[in-house]
């Protein structure tokens, strides 16, 4: 077991792993330029910004403080909200710092057009990724977060 402190991390690894081949595949096909080099390195650039990203911005958890605000219940309304909200702070940003890379400055006005795009299948992506990654985080970690908030409830 890796403890739970390495909870966020291997979720944050697994979600990058998944959003990363993703949207890196599409990317360069709708660009016209896949080739299998291409590829890897597009994933391992996205998936270093997007770890740092990960470790440095909450993003899931300021979702589910949206869904509190909003006063949803629903688990599968929470986790639409949350998702909605990570995915539009790392969509966003992870393509962003990775078109820059890719073409500097002038990416800006291809950015933009593809965004939309992105967002739709990160969402769709990251709202069935982010419970496998939860589940191969509890596997590897031994930490449960649902257990514990279950086991907190009941001792009140």
Not at 17 to 40: D, E, P, W
């Amino acid at each position: 077991m890796l403890g739970q402190e390495r909870f966020g991390p291997v979720i944050n690894l697994c979600m990058n792993i998944v959003v990363g081949a993703l949207l890196g595949y599409l990317a360069l096909s709708m660009s016209g330029g896949f080739n299998g080099l291409a590829f890897v390195q597009s994933l391992l650039i996205s998936m270093g910004v997007g770890y740092l990203l990960g470790d440095w911005l909450p993003a899931y958890a300021i979702g589910q403080k949206l869904a509190d605000k909003l006063k949803i219940k629903n688990g599968i309304l929470r986790h639409a909200v949350a998702t909605l909200v990570l995915c539009a702070i790392f969509v966003t940003l992870v393509s962003f710092v990775c078109m820059f890379i890719a073409f500097g400055p002038s990416m800006f006005p291809i950015w933009t057009s593809v965004l939309p795009v992105y967002w739709g299948v990160g969402y769709i992506a990251l709202l069935i990724a982010m419970p496998i990654s939860m589940k191969i985080a509890t596997a590897l970690t031994g930490f449960d977060p649902a257990g514990e908030a279950k086991k907190a409830a009941a001792t009140i």
